[in-house]
């Protein structure tokens, strides 16, 4: 299972989440606004729950990154940003699958 996952609106806007899950809405415009650039992703990682991660690779739809021995998994639908957060015994592949 995901340690943390959320589900937020292209908008910023956070439909549902962990309990435990302090995902902001500006996290989430500032992942989304990461989309169209990823160099950003490169220099600052990604901030989620105010936890920093290490940007590792992305696309169009999907964004990951890494910290420690977990990491997070990020999909970006037509209409939401799904995000999954991971640790072990996990793996990157399975937190995918679960996301996607």
């Known amino acids: 299972n995901l340690k943390k996952a959320a589900i937020a609106g292209l908008d910023g806007n956070i439909w549902a989440k962990s309990a435990d899950f302090n995902l902001t809405s500006e996290e989430v415009k500032t992942?989304?606004?990461?989309?169209?650039?990823?160099?950003?992703?490169?220099?600052?990682?990604?901030?989620?729950?105010?936890?920093?991660?290490?940007?590792?690779?992305?696309?169009?739809?999907?964004?990951?990154?890494?910290?420690?021995?977990?990491?997070?998994?990020?999909?970006?639908?037509k209409q939401t940003l799904l995000v999954g957060v991971y640790d072990e015994p996990l793996t990157a592949p399975e937190a995918a699958n679960i996301t996607e």
């Open 31 to 77: 992942l989304l606004a990461s989309y169209e650039d990823t160099s950003k992703l490169h220099s600052n990682g990604l901030v989620l729950d105010g936890q920093k991660y290490f940007y590792l690779s992305g696309d169009d739809r999907v964004v990951r990154g890494k910290q420690g021995k977990g990491g997070v998994h990020l999909m970006k639908t």
